[in-house]
């Protein structure tokens, strides 16, 4: 059971434009930053989001995010192929003085 | 550009104990706390220990708590998990990251097992 909550999958056809939820505590979300990871198979996981909604250099600005009190998203807009991924959110929490992730979601582009 | 080589991965008994490496490159390692988050086979991320960053202070998931010690060298820009008394549920990439975290490696494999 993770401490942040992520739906386990989502899925959009290409063009389209998904968004994946993040819900968390006062501890966690609502006091610190939240960054968003893409990870394709077999590979390490990939910053996409900072601080909440900073994209690294690189990202594309298909990808955005956002922050509401105790919750999170992550949106990706004119959904593409290589998109299709596990995405997974973290933030500092503070009554646990560690970082907890979420569960993941998976990704489907049909 | 932000280099993170870990390394000290392998195969190792139950019981056993490894000391991974993380060697950190690109990027101020003074002024970072660093972690290390791994990744079980088939499983999403899970926090194992950050460090602050001075050395100062350590916090540890319940899961590795009197087992794992993390440790940094400022002067050698290298972060350390000293891992003891390992069991199969240690099985797991294990990635070093600085920050939020903000950059991460590419893993170091670690299988515990008879």
């Known amino acids: 059971q993770s401490v942040l909550t992520q739906p386990p999958s989502a899925s959009g056809t290409p063009g389209q434009r998904v968004t994946i939820s993040c819900s968390g505590s006062?501890?966690?979300?609502?006091?610190?930053?939240v960054y968003w990871y893409q990870q394709l198979p077999g590979t390490a996981p990939k910053v996409l989001i900072y601080k909440n909604n900073q994209r690294p250099s690189g990202v594309p600005d298909r990808f955005s995010g956002s922050k509401s009190g105790t919750s999170a998203s992550l949106a990706i807009s004119v959904l593409r192929s290589e998109d299709e991924a596990d995405y997974y959110c973290?933030?500092?929490?503070?009554?646990?003085?560690?970082?907890?992730f979420g569960g993941g979601t998976k990704l489907f582009v049909l | 550009e932000v280099h993170l080589l870990e390394s000290g991965g392998g195969l190792v008994r139950p019981g056993g104990s490894l000391r991974l490496s993380c060697a950190a490159s690109?990027?101020?390692?003074?002024?970072?706390?660093m972690s290390w988050v791994r990744q079980a086979p088939g499983k999403g991320l899970e926090w194992v220990s950050t460090i602050t960053d001075t050395g100062d202070n350590t916090f540890y998931a319940d899961s590795v708590k009197g087992r794992f010690t993390i440790s940094r060298d400022n002067s050698q820009n290298t972060l350390y998990l000293q891992m003891n008394s390992l069991r199969a549920e240690d099985t797991a990439v294990y990635y070093c990251?600085?920050?939020?975290?903000?950059?991460w490696g590419q893993g170091t494999l670690v299988t515990v097992s008879s």
């Open positions: 990251a600085p920050g939020g975290p903000d950059y």
């Open positions: 006062n501890s966690n979300i609502g006091r610190n930053f």
């Open positions: 973290a933030a500092w929490d503070d009554s646990l003085s560690g970082v907890v």
């Open positions: 690109g990027f101020t390692f003074t002024s970072y706390a």
